[in-house]
């Protein structure tokens, strides 16, 4: 029981030590002679990045900085954007509610956990952003948050300033509740079908319009009396009024293709088909319609819906013209996305450049936030990985991870720093407090939660239904 | 094969009539597209590749020939039998094929939500005489999508209780189970007695809701499940003992056959190896004990902190089949890198491992990049290969036979454009028992369907 103990003031620990990983630089950096891959313009060889307050203010050779200015030399090493995950549950626990089918008022923002340990895996892995979804238990899940993992600031610093709002929806077998069956004498929550899953969604929007129509009406003094703010409408207005993205999951075809129509229905544009195993077999409708698709590389065959699928998906979707992005939706497969962009180049033989893109620039558009970051270019924030050699061979890895100028991975810091964390794990491990029950301590409290360390195949959001 | 280049028209002329009356005897048998999946066998000449041996040093620009099911010939300007069809090696290279020592291949198709497509799992505890060889479906489409990506063989087994069953090492080839067969039934997996409260989590620190178990009871109550444990390998013993003398003395009372004891003999004798599940430090140590107890053979699967037991493995000779590279690190305060590192630290302290999935199947075509990553993460290039070819063939005791290009084993040979580790590389021929298999799969078949829709 001495483990929950050490565990508790481990956890106390590391939110303090990443502070001590940071850098001591103000988003000032000179980054020299490195392959860069900059995602727009091609791959650059022996070239600088200069970075002035967060931002890429020079590519070239030769490049300077003033004294003082951090300069990391780059040589024999590669650049990379920093990588944007599309489909993320980091920093988020308890991401169902599933109790109610319809659930948009509920906000990713309220629950942001900070110190959550998979943002360092995954800043280790060259990751600098993602997409924080609610899980897929829900027609309409909630309302999505997009974060930089600034790891070790304040939580108020991780979502990105400007990013237009989002929210889940999500189709099929994990909507239909298919791995849970109901206890004798519980009523199986609606919907249970295909079916109905489409009509909670038609009703919703039906309802928003409604609601729309109230406060137009009121607002042009039609009517006298102002309507009851809706904490559940209101996010739907803003998907019909644009401003808010869908990002949809789902598998098979059909319904896919039924949200894009429910979608073209009310006037709006789908921001983003999550997951999209079946998604190959329409990509010239997702093209038509405008949407973004958001893939697993090649995961399959761990539900039924997700036995008509294929590796390949990324390459035909890619040449119909659709924008593609490559999420994880895992704190494992997180750490290693810059292998499944590699994956493009062999199913079907997606260019090196376009390949990159797809977890880079792809994702920051399908988010809204190319203007400020997933490319190599000068203006946008410095989110920049350094690899040991190319990223798309697993014989690389990652060697640093900057966001906005600022080092957030730097493994040989990393690693220098094991002996000191090994040793204050030891110190606080023979203090009184922490004395095992066996041998007279005290019982240590139950947690409430626990670790999900644990390899689960495909989407994190089927392992998470409860 | 519009690939082949035939080295002369005489030769064309000898091939296709071979073909043609092939292909006459085997529309007879059965239906054209079955046949097409098992591939075709002859006599093959890669010629001009690059063949990294594995075993031995690479070699530039060489001949490896492959006739009867076997590799006949290796290395600079071997001999080319006549009527063998030539295959440009140049700019490609030739790789053994890669053998995954833990998956539960062909026994689960979709583990969520097709419970009647999953074949993993028996009902109780002790289920000795359960063989992966009569559950493995040949037809598993997960099968061809593993193999063209270059993994030849696999050790598939079941899971779950105590006793889960007993392991079948497969060639990813074969209409029927007994055509896949390597080794039949191969080994007995035990999940061995670990410390736990049944909590979970916690590196099974052990947590019962509101149960407020000690340490020290955990222990003991592994500790009496391992009694136990030993208590079912001295039945086994006893029960072989009156079968053995009721064999030579008939007017014994005649033995009560059980099927579940009679399972366990060869592996309570040493005979054949038992695959031990476990990850942490201290249950790895108990199998050692118990192993050097039992007198047994014992191989690790799972294998996190087998490092750390590195004295007591590499004492009672146990290796370790290594599945945890995509896995997170138990511990928070663990580094980031503990599992990618943990194969370049059994290589540093001498034990004897394999890189492998852990895969029900599925995602077991991702072997290469697993042994890639824990090359990345100080194991090296070199290591890594090995670890997914002449190692698992060593450890699961089939290197006479697999794991490397060498003259006489048979021809699991992967013909490859560039490094078999890297996620770029296409792989363009796979030959299995010395069939040349085809490259597709139902990916391929379903990305042919809708690559074109308009």
Redesign the interface.
Same mark, same amino acid.
């Given at each position: 029981? /001495?483990?929950?103990t050490v *565990?508790l003031t481990?956890?106390s620990?590391?939110m303090i030590s990443p502070t001590l990983l940071v850098g001591q630089s103000k988003g000032d950096l000179l980054i020299k002679n490195a392959t860069v891959m900059t995602a727009t313009k091609g791959t650059l060889e022996g070239t600088d990045i200069l970075v002035q307050n967060g931002k890429i203010a020079r590519i070239g050779k030769g490049l300077t900085a003033g004294s003082g200015v951090r300069t990391i030399d780059a040589t024999g090493k590669y650049v990379t954007p920093g990588i944007i995950d599309a489909h993320s549950h980091a920093m988020v626990s308890a991401i169902n509610e599933g109790s109610l089918a319809v659930t948009s008022m509920t906000r990713i923002d309220d629950m942001l956990n900070p110190s959550d340990?998979?943002i360092?895996?995954a800043l280790?892995g060259g990751v600098t952003g993602a997409l924080l979804l609610h899980g897929s238990a829900n027609p309409i899940g909630g309302q999505s948050t997009t974060v930089k993992f600034k790891w070790g600031r304040p939580v108020n610093e991780f979502p990105v300033a400007g990013a237009p709002p989002g929210i889940k929806f999500a189709l099929g077998?994990n909507v239909k509740r298919?791995?849970s069956t109901p206890q004798p004498g519980q009523t199986p929550r609606y919907p249970r079908t295909r079916m109905g899953t489409m009509e909670v969604i038609r009703d919703a929007f039906i309802r928003a319009r409604e609601y729309k129509q109230a406060w137009d009406d009121f607002r042009a003094k039609k009517t006298r009396v102002q309507p009851r703010i809706d904490e559940e409408l209101q996010p739907m207005v803003e998907i019909l009024e644009g401003k808010r993205k869908v990002h949809c999951h789902g598998y098979r075809s059909d319904e896919h293709l039924n949200i894009l129509r429910i979608a073209e229905e009310f006037g709006f544009k789908i921001g983003t088909l999550q997951h999209g195993l079946e998604a *190959? &077999?329409i990509?010239?409708e997702i093209a038509k319609h405008g949407a973004g698709v958001s893939i697993f590389a090649d995961?399959?065959?761990? &539900?039924?819906e997700?036995?008509?699928?294929?590796?390949?998906t990324g390459?035909?979707l890619w $040449?119909n013209g659709v924008n593609v992005s490559i999420n994880s939706d895992s704190?494992? /497969?997180i750490r290693?996305l810059n292998?499944d962009a590699? &994956?493009m180049? $062999?199913?079907?033989g997606v260019p090196e450049q376009d390949s990159l893109r797809m977890i880079t620039l792809n994702p920051a558009i399908q988010l809204g936030i190319d203007n400020r970051t997933g490319s190599i270019d000068v203006g946008k924030d410095a989110d920049i990985a350094i690899w040991?050699g190319h990223p *798309?061979?697993?014989?690389?890895?990652c060697e640093m991870t900057i966001i906005e100028g600022e080092v957030y991975f730097d493994r040989a810091k990393?690693k220098t720093m094991?002996e000191q964390?090994a040793k204050e794990?030891a110190d606080l491990e023979k203090l009184e407090m922490n004395r095992?029950?066996?041998s007279g301590g005290t019982?240590p409290r139950?947690?409430t939660e /626990?670790?999900?360390?644990?390899?689960s195949?495909?989407d994190e959001d089927?392992g998470h239904e409860r | 094969m519009n690939q082949i280049k035939i080295s002369n028209a005489l030769k064309f002329a000898f091939l296709a009539a071979a073909i043609l009356v092939s292909g006459i005897a085997i529309s007879a048998q059965s239906d054209a597209s079955q046949q097409n999946k098992i591939g075709r066998a002859g006599t093959f000449a890669i010629v001009g590749a690059r063949i990294v041996t594995v075993s031995g040093a690479v070699i530039e620009n060489g001949t490896v020939v492959i006739r009867d099911g076997k590799i006949t010939a290796v290395g600079v300007g071997a001999a080319i039998p006549s009527g063998a069809e030539r295959i440009d090696g140049k700019g490609l290279s030739v790789f053994p094929g890669m053998i995954d020592a833990s998956t539960n291949m062909g026994l689960a198709e979709i583990p969520q939500g097709a419970n009647a497509t999953m074949d993993v799992q028996e009902v109780g505890t002790m289920n000795a005489n359960a063989k992966a060889i009569t559950g493995i479906n040949p037809h598993s489409s997960h099968i061809n999508v593993t193999r063209v990506n270059g993994i030849t063989t696999v050790l598939s087994h079941p899971t779950g209780g105590t006793v889960s069953g007993q392991g079948a090492v497969i060639n990813l080839n074969g209409a029927r189970q007994e055509d896949m067969a390597v080794v039949p039934v191969h080994s007995l997996v035990i999940n061995f007695p670990r410390v736990t409260g049944g909590g979970g989590g916690f590196g099974g620190g052990g947590f019962g809701g509101g149960q407020q178990a000690n340490f020290n009871d955990l222990i003991r109550r592994r500790d009496e499940a391992v009694e136990d444990l030993k208590k079912t390998f001295r039945e086994v013993e006893a029960y072989a003992k009156v079968v053995e003398a009721y064999q030579k003395d008939k007017s014994l009372p005649t033995p009560t056959t059980s099927l579940r004891l009679e399972a366990m003999i060869p592996y309570v004798r040493g005979q054949k190896p038992i695959v031990f599940t476990a990850e942490r430090e201290r249950d790895i140590r108990a199998i050692a004990k118990f192993v050097a107890d039992t007198k047994v053979k014992g191989i690790i699967v799972g294998g996190q902190d087998a490092w750390k037991a590195a004295d007591e493995l590499k004492k009672n000779n146990i290796a370790v089949i290594y599945t945890n590279i995509y896995g997170l690190p138990v511990q928070q305060d663990d580094p980031y890198d503990y599992l990618f590192e943990a194969p370049s630290k059994m290589l540093a302290a001498g034990v004897k491992f394999s890189i492998s999935t852990g895969d029900t199947g599925a995602e077991a075509r991702d072997l290469p990049y697993h042994a890639g990553l824990a090359g990345a993460y100080g194991l090296g290039k070199d290591e890594a290969l090995k670890a997914v070819t002449l190692y698992p063939a060593q450890i699961l005791g089939i290197d006479d036979r697999l794991g490397s290009i060498e003259v006489g084993k048979m021809a699991n040979v992967v013909v490859a454009d560039g490094d078999l580790l890297d996620p770029r590389t296409n792989i363009k021929y796979v030959f299995i028992g010395g069939r040349l298999i085809p490259l597709t799969s139902r990916h391929t078949e379903l990305f042919d369907s809708f690559k074109d829709r308009k």
């Open positions: 029981m /001495r483990k929950t *565990f481990i956890v620990l590391l340990i998979s360092y895996r280790a077998e298919s791995s *190959f &077999k990509a010239p995961s399959w065959s761990y &539900k039924l997700a036995y008509d699928s294929t590796p390949y390459y035909v $040449k704190a494992e /497969r290693r292998l590699a &994956k180049m $062999k199913y079907g040991s *798309f061979s697993s014989l690389s890895l990393d094991r964390l794990k095992a029950p066996g019982q139950v947690p /626990r670790d999900r360390g644990h390899y195949h495909g089927g | -």
